[in-house]
């Protein structure tokens, strides 16, 4: 049963352009959410969250996008760079369960 | 600088072997996870620590058993391992607070 899907498993981006990153949810329980970015042979990293409060939070070249009607969330890249390659896991937490989604790959092309 | 610690980093195994996967964290978080990671299936919790002295189970428990030693330290084991539980094993530590987990660099284990 996966409550957090992210059906995209790779996306291709040329360097300089944006990079979407799409994520969707089954549990309206889940109140806060996050993005973790993923190297080969390095743990998952933090990168950015959004409480369900809110509809948007930006960090520098990082934007995440929050729907709660659509149980939808997105991450935005601009502009994307080649260091950004990395696959790109979203999850979602009610304070006591934290799922995740299958990932995606992400590579910027320079 | 740490930050969380797991050993070892690899490991092949006999079905039917049993190994401990350490793992230590040095920023005095109260919790601390288990998660293993397959190809589609994204990192799937198996046991977490609340606090210091209690443990439950995740998404995926069957065949793990997990010790929370002291604030510090959670050690995951297999008592006879299984060709399935071929994975890569990260621990991760929380704040509560935050809801942001840290991880480790991750274990990769091969079950034969």
């Known amino acids: 049963d996966q409550q957090v899907k992210q059906n995209s498993p790779s996306l291709s981006v040329q360097e300089g352009r944006i990079s979407i990153l799409n994520c969707d949810y089954t549990?309206?329980?889940?109140?806060?959410f996050l993005w973790y970015k993923k190297y080969p042979a390095e743990g998952p990293t933090f990168l950015i969250s959004?409480?369900?409060?809110?509809d948007k939070n930006e960090d520098g070249r990082f934007t995440v996008f929050l729907n709660k009607s659509a149980k939808h969330l997105s991450l935005h890249i601009v502009p994307s760079q080649p260091g950004d390659s990395a696959v790109y896991f979203c999850a979602a937490s009610d304070r006591n369960d934290m799922r995740f989604g299958a990932g995606t790959r992400l590579t910027v092309k320079p | 600088n740490a930050g969380v610690t797991q050993t070892p980093k690899f490991q092949v195994l006999k079905t039917g072997q049993s190994m401990t996967l350490q793992c230590a964290q040095d920023m005095n978080h109260n919790s601390m996870y288990w998660y293993r990671q397959d190809p589609g299936m994204g990192l799937r919790l198996i046991y977490y620590?609340?606090?210091?002295?209690?443990?439950d189970k995740g998404e995926v428990p069957n065949g793990y058993n997990v010790s929370r030693l002291n604030k510090r330290e959670f050690s995951l084991r297999l008592e006879s391992a299984a060709p399935s539980q071929t994975s890569v094993y990260f621990c991760a530590s929380s704040a509560l607070s935050t809801g942001e987990l840290f991880f480790g660099e991750g274990s990769r284990l091969t079950v034969l």
């Open positions: 620590s609340a606090s210091e002295g209690t443990t």
């Open positions: 959004i409480s369900s409060i809110k």
């Open positions: 549990n309206s329980m889940f109140d806060y």
